[in-house]
Structure formats: structure tokens, C-alpha cells
């Protein structure tokens, strides 16, 4: 079949889009996109897999399929800085996909500060925030968000603390990480993956990374390789997975 064929499958379409370049309708991954150029390497007169990929990324474009989250996440900062209603949403969306899965520490930490202090009492916000501070190396006031959540948590209903407490549990293990506590990193590590009740498992992804990249770090390879093991085994398209098949072929150093 034509790479067209393949585009087609991957975006989940019977046919292309009937104003391409206008009219987006659909998208592919960067990691489908290098799935097809594989499949179709020899029909492509390609000199490399590299050039293969931005072949099909053209293709896709031509038939109105964009070749990765790009065209998302500009029109939700165009929601999170231009609409009335809707910024609220676009903001803590983005820090989810800046935090979580289009890796941008310096963005992540804007948005997610933003809607933290326009919404103080939103305890979810308040934990990006924090994840934010640490992926900016701001641990002191890191600390200090932590500390008020601790606070905080007890105050939410039992629901949304059963949710939440493992999403905590988390943030401490990643301080206690930067901080060279490893020991006390992996008992919140521990706690967070035991107690996980959240169909959002973007957090549990990241703490099985941890979980592995300290084990690298004690040289207890096997541990830290089924730690990576169960991260990639969620397929939640963070980049957690990404590193997580990094560091399996080859160990964290720190």
C-alpha cells in the first residue's frame, strides 16, 4: 500500500482532508510517523531514516494531517491567553502537556503558577505548581508548596484525598531525589505506586522512572530495569516512556 494508506490508518481516517494546509484534521505521532517511514524506507529514495520521517511528515501534512501534538498545543495557548472562558482549562492543560509529555520546564512553571494563584484553593493546581518549582530547580520553594499541601490534603474530601495522596506522595519522592535522600525518595515512591487510584497515570509513569533511575544509581541494575519495565508497560505517550526505554538499553548515571 501507498505511505498515504499507512498516514490514513495511523490518523484513524477513511480520507484525507478536503483543504490540506487549511483545514487540519487529524494528527499523527512523531513516533507513527517514524513507523510508516520504516515500513515504506524503500519506496521513499530516502537517504536516511531521518529524512525518511520528514518525507512522510510532508505527505501527512498534504492531506491535512498534522505530524505531532504541535497544532494542539498552539491552539490551546491561543485558549489559555486570548479567551474569556476558556484560559482556565487551556492553562492546566498545558501544564499537564509541559510537564508531563511536550517536555518545557520554563513554560510548565509559568502556567502552572499562573492558575495555582489564581485558584490557591485548587489543590490540584497546587501540585503543579510544584512539580514545576523542582523541574526549575526552585527546591526551596519547592519546600515550602509542599509543606502547604501537606496542610491542605486533610481538608480535601476523602475521595479527592484518595486521588491526590499518591500525586503527593510522588512530589516528595522527587524532592527528597534532588535533595540526595534517596532512601526516603523511594518510601514515597513506594507509597505513591502502592496507593495509586487514579485513571490519570501520568504521575505513575514517572514514579516507576524514579524508582528505576535510583536503583541505576545503587548499581541494583535488575531492579532498576523492571522498575523501567513497568513504566513503558503503561503506554501512556508520556516522556517518562521515552526515558524509561533510554535508560533500559543504557543505566542512568545522575
Not at 479567551?83 to 512553571?109: C, H, P, R, V
Request: hydrophobic share 35%; charged share 25%.
Amino acid at each position: 500500500p501507498p505511505a498515504s494508506f499507512f498516514i490514513r490508518e495511523a490518523a484513524k481516517l477513511k480520507s484525507g482532508s478536503q483543504e490540506p494546509g487549511r483545514n487540519i484534521v487529524a494528527s499523527i505521532t512523531k513516533k507513527q510517523a517514524e513507523e510508516i517511514a520504516k515500513q515504506k524506507m524503500n519506496d521513499l529514495n530516502a537517504l536516511d531514516l531521518e529524512q525518511a520521517v520528514k518525507i512522510i511528515s510532508g505527505r501527512a501534512r498534504s492531506m491535512g494531517i498534522t505530524p505531532s501534538r504541535e497544532e494542539g498545543i498552539r491552539k490551546m495557548q491561543t485558549a489559555a491567553y486570548e479567551s474569556t472562558w476558556a484560559w482556565i482549562e487551556a492553562m492546566s492543560i498545558l501544564a499537564i502537556t509541559y510537564q508531563f509529555f511536550d517536555l518545557n520546564k520554563e513554560k510548565g512553571l509559568e502556567v502552572s503558577q499562573t492558575v495555582s494563584e489564581k485558584y490557591p484553593d485548587n489543590f490540584g493546581y497546587g501540585l503543579y505548581h510544584a512539580m514545576g518549582l523542582m523541574q526549575n530547580g526552585k527546591i526551596n520553594a519547592a519546600l515550602e508548596k509542599l509543606e502547604l499541601l501537606n496542610k491542605k490534603i486533610v481538608l480535601q474530601r476523602p475521595y479527592h484525598q484518595k486521588r491526590y495522596n499518591p500525586y503527593l506522595s510522588y512530589l516528595w519522592a522527587n524532592y527528597y531525589f534532588l535533595t540526595n535522600n534517596k532512601k526516603a525518595s523511594l518510601v514515597y515512591l513506594d507509597r505513591c505506586i502502592n496507593e495509586y487510584n487514579s485513571d490519570l497515570d501520568i504521575f505513575l509513569s514517572n514514579a516507576f522512572l524514579l524508582k528505576g533511575k535510583i536503583y541505576d544509581t545503587q548499581n541494583k541494575r535488575f531492579e532498576a530495569k523492571r522498575a523501567y519495565r513497568k513504566c513503558i508497560k503503561l503506554k501512556n505517550q508520556t516522556a517518562a516512556i521515552d526515558f524509561a526505554k533510554q535508560y533500559l538499553n543504557e543505566p542512568f548515571k545522575g
